[in-house]
């Protein structure tokens, strides 16, 4: 227990440090520094108040302790040889180091997509997903601003995975880093991505911050987290 407990704590430490890192960089960016080229990529009119920012960041102090609730529990099982976490670069080749990458990512944009919509139901939406909604004109610090129940749901779904599928421990640290930067760019308040990319393949199959600022406007479209893919299967795709 007092090993769990210390694990927990690092971890809460780094996820906080990762949020503050990257949200920091780009609120600084955007926000405060706003280059002439990325003023014009501006997504909303109107700026969130002073009180909205913290509010986001409050939310996710406590979004990041329960992210690291399961994250420890996934750490001391890998400790412990129960999880499918593995070290050895050979053991599955590096083909499938690429592969689980995407299964990984796939699967939680999956897991995202549907519990995501199911929070919209308006039995659930109050419970679950209305702290993150009270930005509607996000900011990077939106990022991690969750209910404790919605930030729980989401937690889940990557340490389950690593009991039944095998993925490297790069590789896992690559996906936790890339859900921290898709969550940031996503509420980023500015599209960062060049047009030419936004007119081409990137701008058809992943999610960007012009992508997901619309879903803060319009609650019944874009709920995906990285691709569009399951908007464009079930007709909430809208750009």
Not at 12 to 31: D, E, N, Q, S, T
Not at 157 to 178: A, D, Q, Y
Not at 221 to 236: E, P, Q
Request: proline letters at 4%; a positive charge.
């Amino acid at each position: 227990m007092q090993n769990y407990f210390l694990t927990a704590t690092g971890l809460y430490f780094i996820i906080l440090f990762r949020y503050f890192l990257v949200a920091g960089f780009f609120y600084w960016l955007l926000w405060v520094k706003r280059p002439e080229h990325f003023c014009q990529r501006k997504l909303n009119m109107d700026d969130p108040s002073p009180a909205t920012i913290k509010s986001e960041i409050k939310w996710s102090l406590l979004t990041s302790v329960v992210f690291a609730l399961p994250g420890a529990v996934m750490i001391e099982s890998w400790k412990a040889g129960g999880t499918m976490i593995y070290s050895d670069f050979e053991k599955y080749g590096v083909l499938y180091l690429l592969v689980s990458a995407f299964i990984y990512l796939f699967l939680h944009d999956t897991f995202f997509y549907w519990t995501h919509r199911l929070m919209h139901h308006p039995r659930l939406f109050r419970i679950f997903h209305q702290v993150h909604h009270n930005s509607r004109s996000p900011t990077p610090w939106a990022s991690f601003s969750f209910s404790a129940w919605e930030a729980l749901i989401e937690a889940l779904v990557v340490p389950l995975l690593t009991f039944v599928l095998p993925i490297h421990i790069g590789v896992l640290g690559i996906i936790l880093t890339t859900m921290t930067l898709f969550g940031v760019t996503n509420h980023a308040g500015f599209e960062i991505f060049p047009v030419r990319w936004m007119r081409g393949f990137w701008g058809r199959t992943m999610i960007t911050a012009t992508h997901h600022n619309l879903h803060h406007r319009n609650y019944q479209v874009n709920y995906g987290l990285y691709f569009r893919f399951w908007d464009k299967i079930m007709g909430s795709d809208r750009l």
